[in-house]
């Protein structure tokens, strides 16, 4: 039975959206595939969102939000333990959070990867929300004393993101089956730390 129109929510939209695009794919899937799933017309949906690139958007800023961001806020939000520990705790649990997809959930990754090169805005906010958690991790530290105040903490912060990169960003996907890809991580890491951690006299 079509459900009417007026009563389509916009999770239900995203729930469909998602679902058809691990079936036919980031490429291959049309608004009218998600409308057919739904039972209304593809109008319907423009109604909710103006174009295919929105409702994708929509739909990676979810999976983003959900499957990315929220095992990583609660990293960021533990109070105990060693600040510089837990900021490694936390890059860490980024680069597993993005290999176990990239491997697991291939086609919500690959639209992923294509979102990160067309929707620069929700890419950006995406990236900054991890900045600012680390930002907080970080200010955590310099007020504990195990991080030294070497910049800013939104700079150090903007710097671990970037100087892990290979690691994590879907640009890089390509290299993380390599077998020695998590020592390496460890050898960067351990290099980053010795620069971040404070001198104790």
Do not use: C
Request: aromatic content about 8%; hydrophobic content about 40%; overall charge negative.
């Amino acid at each position: 039975m079509n459900k009417p129109s007026a009563f389509l929510s916009k999770t239900e939209i995203l729930d469909a959206a998602e679902q058809t695009l691990r079936r036919f794919g980031p490429d291959k899937t049309s608004v009218t595939d998600v409308a057919k799933l739904l039972g209304v017309s593809h109008g319907t949906l423009y109604r909710h969102f103006p174009s295919k690139a929105a409702l994708r958007e929509a739909v990676t800023e979810r999976w983003l939000d959900e499957l990315i961001l929220a095992p990583l806020t609660e990293i960021a939000a533990a109070a105990a333990g060693n600040a510089l520990e837990q900021l490694r705790k936390y890059i860490a649990k980024l680069i597993e959070l993005k290999h176990h997809y990239a491997e697991q959930d291939s086609e919500m990754f690959k639209m992923y990867a294509s979102v990160t090169e067309e929707a620069s805005e929700l890419i950006d906010t995406h990236i900054q929300r991890i900045i600012s958690q680390m930002g907080s991790v970080i200010d955590k530290g310099i007020q504990e004393g195990t991080i030294t105040p070497i910049a800013g903490t939104e700079t150090i912060a903007r710097s671990l993101f970037y100087a892990t990169a290979r690691f994590h960003h879907p640009s890089h996907a390509y290299e993380w089956h390599s077998g020695s890809i998590g020592q390496e991580f460890e050898q960067l890491w351990t290099i980053l730390a010795r620069g971040l951690a404070a001198v104790t006299s």
